[in-house]
Structure formats: C-alpha cells, structure tokens
C-alpha cells in the first residue's frame, strides 16, 4: 500500500506562485510513474504533469505548460509541483497520484487519472483576478 500526502496549496492571486509538495510513504517499489491532477467544480479531473519514477518522461498539459514544473526528489520521496504566473482557471483541488502498473511511456496515457492506483486527499489551489 502507499500514501500520499500533498500540501502547499492556498490563495493567490493571478500571476503568483505556489509549490506543491506530495509525501509518498509506503511500498513504493513497484511505483511506475507518478503525477499531479486537478479538479474544479463540476468539472472532471484532468492531469496536469507526470514523471517516470526511475527515470522516465514528463509530460505537461497543455494548459499548463511553460508554467508548471513537476519535479520528485527521490531521496525525500517527495513529489513536487511548482506553479508560476497562475491564472483563475488553475483554481482546483489539486491531487497526487501513483501508478503501480506500468504503462505506455506516452503523455496522453501518463495525464489519464484511471492509469493510477493510489490518490492522495488533494490541496485546494485558489487564484484571483
């Protein structure tokens, strides 16, 4: 079984910053790639980054990329998600989440929430105008 535990979240205003942190605990040997997804209100969930775990690719939502970094520091087992020049339509509840089955090393495969096993409780991101 593994934990995740984000945190980092709040209230910005547009063109602010926040990082994101997911503590990843547990049996985490058979974790094939990790990402961070989002949610607003009557919306579905959608990935935003995901990076391999030993190694493997990136991938950004459109949406989101040139502002958003994922990065993962293994020896902290901390997964992280640095948010630059935010925009009201990144308000969300922002999740972490771990795949335990490998899959296709391909973006759209890696951003699609059923590919994941594990979820954390999310962390409410708020930006505004």
């Known amino acids: 079984q593994v934990q995740l535990v984000e945190s980092g979240g709040g209230s910005v205003r547009t063109g602010g910053s926040l990082r994101l942190s997911c503590a990843i605990s547990g049996y985490t040997a058979n974790i094939y790639f990790i990402g961070w997804f989002r949610q607003a209100p009557g919306k579905e969930r959608e990935g935003v980054a995901s990076i391999g775990t030993g190694g493997g690719s990136i991938y950004y939502a459109g949406s989101v990329k040139g502002r958003f970094t994922i990065s993962r520091d293994n020896a902290k087992n901390t997964l992280y998600l640095q948010m630059n020049s935010l925009e009201p339509e990144d308000t969300a509840m922002y999740y972490c989440?771990?795949?335990?089955?490998?899959?296709?090393?391909?973006?759209?495969?890696?951003?699609?929430?059923?590919?994941?096993?594990?979820w954390g409780q999310g962390t409410q991101v708020t930006v505004s105008s």
């Open positions: 989440a771990a795949a335990r089955q490998y899959r296709a090393d391909v973006g759209w495969i890696r951003l699609t929430p059923s590919q994941y096993t594990y």
